[in-house]
């Protein structure tokens, strides 16, 4: 069986999502993907997560052509292919339908940077989408699902770096979520449906609420990020 460890790692991503509530029955997927061969591995379409194994996990290329599996795979792949080959640095794809991060995602407005907690994980807001067209909508669907979020992190006006960002709304629809790792991309869709929550909260306590000063952005996202992270406990390898 191709990529066992790859295999056991996808269904853990799957599985603490649905531990954390962030799924209902089986709304939503994780995927990973192995650099060196050019393979994803990702969920199966539309099976009961107390049933999945490693061994259901479904193994595709790059392009989404189908490797090894007897099950079909999720419905999001094309989107979650698309990812991987627009973003280069990233492991990990995750995609749920979370309340609060889906709520911002159907309002069509971006997750503020309210304070730290969010500035941990997030340089700046988690952008939302353009609504797709019809043309979009009618044509291949979940492909234009991963454009409209390519475009948004590409744009020239406004690039925005898919590691300092991990996650876009997209609009009227719901979060996708991505790491280095499937462990990563599992981990930052949690705090990205707990900073959704907290936002929501704060705009609701007051409707004009200033975001974060970037001072103090600054200070908590490179704590935790990057080559002079201070957070946690330095490795062997000098990593925090």
């Keep these: 069986m191709l990529l066992q460890k790859l295999r056991e790692e996808v269904l853990e991503a799957n599985l603490e999502v649905v531990r954390r509530g962030l799924v209902l029955y089986t709304f939503g997927n994780a995927s990973g993907v192995d650099r060196e061969q050019g393979l994803v591995v990702i969920k199966p379409?539309?099976?009961?997560y107390d049933e999945l194994r490693p061994e259901h996990m479904v193994v595709t290329d790059?392009?989404?052509?189908?490797?090894?599996?007897?099950?079909?795979p999720s419905s999001d792949l094309d989107t979650h292919t698309?990812?991987?080959r627009e973003f280069p640095e990233i492991g990990a794809v995750v995609h749920t339908h979370s309340e609060y991060a889906t709520s911002f995602a159907q309002a069509g407005l971006p997750i503020p940077a309210f304070g730290t907690t969010h500035a941990d994980y997030f340089y700046g807001p988690v952008p939302v989408t353009e609504p797709l067209t019809d043309?979009?909508?009618?044509?291949?669907?979940?492909?234009e699902t991963g454009l409209a979020i390519i475009a948004r992190f590409k744009n020239t006006d406004e690039y925005i770096d898919p590691?300092?960002?991990?996650?876009c709304l997209?609009?009227?629809?719901?979060?996708f979520?991505?790491?280095?790792?499937?462990?990563?991309?599992?981990?930052?869709?949690?705090?990205?449906?707990a900073v959704a929550r907290m936002a929501y909260r704060t705009v609701s306590l007051k409707a004009n609420a200033?975001?974060?000063?970037?001072a103090l952005l600054d200070r908590h996202y490179f704590r935790k990020h990057g080559a002079n992270a201070t957070y946690g406990q330095a490795s062997p390898a000098g990593k925090r």
């Design 170 to 175: 997209v609009a009227g629809h719901a979060p």
């Design 82 to 84: 698309l990812l991987y």
């Design 163 to 167: 590691l300092a960002v991990p996650a």
């Design 135 to 143: 043309e979009a909508i009618g044509g291949r669907y979940v492909h």
């Design 45 to 48: 379409s539309g099976v009961d």
């Design 62 to 72: 790059l392009n989404g052509k189908l490797v090894e599996g007897d099950l079909r």
């Design 177 to 193: 979520v991505w790491g280095r790792t499937p462990h990563d991309a599992a981990h930052n869709a949690v705090v990205l449906e």
């Design 210 to 214: 200033d975001e974060v000063s970037q």
